[in-house]
């Protein structure tokens, strides 16, 4: 099959790439001529582990290819796939469609013989049918079917969940189409992934549903950490209590500072006014997303009472930045709201991450001192924060730690030490729901 794909922004790139390596020929298109042009140089515009050998291998072999020529790449393709970016669209939480109709107009224009559209992207229910009508009115005589084909990829795992998902979804009631899809995707059922057929406006609700129950089910286990704190349970138990269930599985039940990420902040958001509109609101949704906003400063201030509630003047060190590890992406990372409130409070604010530091000067205040180690981070301060659970902070020496640190306290925000060991060296300790 030929495939072209629209954007070459994380879900774009990962996806060419994986089709590639499927044994299809891919174009990856873009209009930012840099971008493309440092793709062909094999220099990533993310950090995504494995990204960079995925793209080299095949391009090796002239399965992928980069290009800011939409119109031959899409000339020659059996499938187009959308996958531009949908941010919130200012003031209203809505997700904004432009990037996607413009990309649909330049398809339809472009195209030749039968071809698929799949919009990849995350966009709300009914957008396919929107697009149909771009198509329609841009290049009426466009042999062209419009398919529904929701990612499930996590950054950071990203290759190996298109390798191996727990499912694929496709949207459509065109029966080539379906033939086409099933076709890109055989490798996988060769695998027994489960690919999941089903009518358009259904698919485009999936990715929005699974995000959001994801979405809840974090917030519940971040409002039981609460809890459990008050009662002096602990929220690890619990979640592992509960999740030994298989009905409620053990996976997300983490508590944390809050969820982040281009995805579940921005997705929660656009259910949320899609539902409003639709005379049938998730009240669960709504409150999730207010209690996870409320969830990322409620940390500033538990970090202060560590510190006997004032942090003016005060040193903080921040380990991880990103909103998760294994990625640079700070959007909607918990740092950055935890550190304006810290800053807001009389906080100076030292900080390390493995991989974020560029982007996160994007994002945070310049006052912050960036350092080139956990142990450079500490030196000096008054506290130690786990904001993210990068591996390379689960094994600290922490015996240099408490000699660097001014003060042996640290909140652990990600749960990645035990309370007892490090009452044992003589810390400070605070956790997320857990007794001391
Ligand atoms: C998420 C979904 O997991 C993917 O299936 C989906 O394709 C993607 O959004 C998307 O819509 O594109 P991602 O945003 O990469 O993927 O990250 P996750 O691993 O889901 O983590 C999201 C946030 O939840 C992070 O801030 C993470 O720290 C937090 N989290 C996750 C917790 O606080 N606790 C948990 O138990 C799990």
């Given at each position: 099959m030929r495939v072209a794909m629209i954007g070459t922004g994380y879900v774009g790139l990962v996806?060419?790439?994986c089709f590639a390596d499927f044994g299809h020929t891919v174009v990856c298109v873009d209009k930012d001529e840099r971008k493309i042009q440092s793709l062909r140089n094999n220099i990533m515009p993310i950090y995504e582990p494995g990204l960079d050998d995925l793209v080299a291998r095949n391009v090796k072999a002239s399965r992928l290819s980069f290009t800011t020529d939409l119109t031959p790449a899409v000339a020659e393709a059996d499938a187009v796939f959308i996958a531009v970016g949908t941010p919130s669209r200012r003031g209203d939480g809505h997700a904004d469609l432009s990037y996607v109709f413009a990309a649909a107009r330049e398809i339809a224009r472009?195209?030749?013989?039968f071809t698929v559209v799949v919009t990849k992207s995350t966009v709300p229910v009914g957008t396919g049918d929107e697009v149909e009508i771009v198509i329609g009115e841009a290049a009426p005589d466009a042999d062209i079917a419009v398919v529904s084909n929701p990612e499930f990829l996590r950054e950071g795992a990203a290759i190996e969940d298109f390798k191996r998902p727990d499912r694929v979804v496709v949207g459509t009631d065109n029966d080539r189409a379906r033939k086409v899809m099933a076709e890109l995707y055989r490798?996988?059922?060769l695998n027994a992934s489960p690919i999941l057929f089903t009518d358009r406006r259904t698919s485009e609700l999936i990715k929005y549903?699974?995000?959001?129950?994801l979405a809840t089910k974090i917030t519940f286990i971040n409002e039981l950490a609460d809890?459990?704190?008050?009662v002096g349970a602990n929220v690890q138990e619990v979640a592992r209590g509960i999740g030994l269930d298989k009905r409620i599985g053990a996976k997300f039940l983490h508590a944390g500072p809050g969820y982040g990420g281009s995805c579940f902040p921005k997705d929660t958001l656009a259910l949320m006014r899609t539902a409003q509109e639709a005379g049938s609101p998730l009240r669960l949704v709504e409150t999730v997303v207010g209690v996870n906003d409320a969830r990322k400063t409620a940390m500033a201030r538990k970090i202060a009472t560590s510190l006997d509630g004032d942090v003016r003047g005060r040193t903080i060190a921040l380990l991880g930045l990103t909103f998760k590890p294994n990625?640079?992406?700070?959007r909607e990372a918990p740092a950055i709201s935890i550190v304006h409130a810290l800053l807001d409070k009389g906080a100076r604010i030292r900080a390390y991450d493995p991989e974020g530091m560029e982007e996160a000067k994007k994002y945070l205040p310049d006052s912050i001192v960036y350092t080139g180690s956990p142990y450079e981070c500490a030196e000096g301060a008054d506290a130690l924060v786990i904001v993210t659970e990068w591996e390379a902070f689960r094994a600290l020496d922490l015996v240099r730690i408490k000699e660097l640190l001014n003060k042996p306290v640290i909140v652990d925000l990600r749960n990645i030490y035990r309370p007892a060991e490090m009452a044992t060296l003589g810390f400070s300790y605070e956790s997320?729901?857990?007794p001391l």
């Open positions: 996806s060419g790439a472009a195209s030749q013989g490798p996988l059922f549903a699974a995000n959001a129950f809890l459990c704190e008050n990625t640079d992406d700070m997320v729901g857990r």
